[in-house]
Every structure is written in structure tokens, then in C-alpha cells.
């Protein structure tokens, strides 16, 4: 066989992998004045960042996901933001946006996939 098709061959299922996974982005406002911390928890694969203002992050879901699979994000700031959604990613993309003050921007031109969107527990979005 030729190299590259081996290549080929070899790198094909990771590249139908990250095709098929849904994505959720999450992003800050560029107008916002502090760094946000934030916690993603994907069905437990859990990591801890910081977000400035203007910057985007983000996690993939589950190609299959079944009953018990969740995703949940968590921000704060040092001082009166915080916030917290469960997310049912959606394919090929879920976007969350957050305006200045920290809060889900839910208006119709605000681009957050809001039918996405659930409360955490304890919370609302």
C-alpha cells in the first residue's frame, strides 16, 4: 500500500470523530470589564479556566448521548457575576453568549441557542 493511503486510513477516524461531535462554545463579551473563572463539566471530564473579556471557550459532547450524559458550565467573577447552565449540545454547534454583566444574553438577536439551555440546579438561566 502506499504511504500516504495508509495515512489516510489511519488518520480517517479521528477526523468522522470530530465531525460528529457536537460542540458548545461559550462567549464573553469584548465589552465586559473583568475575568470570569469557569468550571466545564462534561459528564464528568471536568477542567478549570479563566475567560477574559472578548474570549471564547468551549467542549465537544457525545456523539450518542444517553440519559444520564449532561454538560453543565460554571462562571463567576471576584465580584457580582455568576451563572451556571446545563446544556443539550446540539450538532454541529451550540453558541452561548454572555454580555457585559456576566448574564446569558437570551434576546432573539443575541445568538444564544437558548432552546439549548436548562437551569442548573439551585439556578436559573
Known amino acids: ?13 479521528f477526523a ?7 460542540d458548545v462554545t461559550l462567549h464573553y463579551s ?3 470589564t473583568s475575568e470570569l473563572s469557569y468550571i466545564w463539566n462534561t459528564h464528568h471530564r471536568t477542567f478549570k479556566r479563566r475567560l477574559l473579556p472578548g474570549e471564547t471557550t468551549g467542549d465537544y459532547g457525545a456523539i450518542f448521548q444517553d440519559e444520564d450524559f449532561f454538560m453543565e458550565v460554571y ?3 471576584s465580584g457580582n457575576i455568576s ?4 446544556i443539550d449540545p446540539k450538532w454541529p454547534e451550540t453558541h452561548i453568549y454572555l454580555k457585559a454583566d456576566g448574564r446569558v444574553d437570551t434576546s ?18
Request: aromatic share 10%; glycine share 8%; hydrophobic share 40%.
Open 1 to 13: 500500500m502506499d504511504a500516504r493511503f495508509k495515512c489516510l486510513m489511519l488518520l480517517s477516524p
Open 16 to 22: 468522522v470523530w470530530q465531525v460528529s461531535t457536537p
Open 30 to 32: 469584548e465589552n465586559a
Open 75 to 77: 462562571w463567576w467573577d
Open 83 to 86: 451563572g451556571c447552565v446545563r
Open 108 to 125: 432573539p438577536a443575541g445568538g444564544t441557542d437558548v432552546d439549548r439551555l436548562y437551569p442548573c440546579l439551585g439556578s436559573d438561566v
